[in-house]
C-alpha cells in the first residue's frame, strides 16, 4: 500500500518459543491507533494461523484475538511493535521460513462513503524470515 509496508515485519520478527512461536510487527499507518482498529492475518510457509491459536500483545498487555475488536483504550504506538503469540508446533531457530502477513488498518477519522464507513489501509507483506 505504501512506503512503510517495508517495516511491518522486520528481519528480527519471528521468534521460537516452548508453545509455538511469536511475530512482532509493526503498523504502517503514519498515526497510532487502537487495537479495535486492526485486524491480522497470517501464514507461515502456507499453512494459514487460527485465530483461536493467537494472543495479541501491545504495551505489555495480552489479549485472546478474539478480542482484538473490543480494545478501544488499548493502542499500537507508531514507534512501537504488537507481538501475535502463537500456540503452534515450535517453530526450529536458525531455520528460515516464508511469513505472509496481512494486516488491515480501519482508519476511524477517515470516512469514505455516506454510510459512515471507514477507510481500510490494507498491506500484506511476504518475507523470508530467520527463526530467532
Not at 499500537?76 to 500456540?87: N, R
Request: hydrophobic residues 35%; aromatic residues 12%; glycine residues 6%.
Amino acid at each position: 500500500m505504501g512506503p512503510l509496508d517495508k517495516f511491518i515485519l522486520r528481519d528480527d520478527s519471528l521468534r521460537a518459543t516452548a508453545t509455538g512461536f511469536e511475530l512482532q510487527f509493526h503498523s504502517h499507518w503514519y498515526r497510532s491507533l487502537p487495537l479495535s482498529c486492526m485486524n491480522c492475518k497470517a501464514s507461515i510457509d502456507g499453512e494459514g494461523i487460527d485465530e483461536k491459536n493467537i494472543y495479541i500483545e501491545a504495551n505489555g498487555n495480552k489479549y485472546p484475538f478474539n478480542e482484538i475488536a473490543t480494545q478501544y483504550n488499548e493502542w499500537l504506538f507508531i514507534t512501537d511493535a504488537a507481538t501475535l503469540h502463537v500456540s503452534h508446533e515450535p517453530l526450529e531457530r536458525g531455520k528460515d521460513y516464508t511469513v505472509e502477513f496481512k494486516l488491515d488498518l480501519f482508519i476511524p477519522y477517515i470516512i469514505v462513503s455516506a454510510e459512515g464507513k471507514t477507510l481500510l489501509a490494507s498491506s500484506t507483506v511476504t518475507k523470508k524470515l530467520n527463526c530467532q
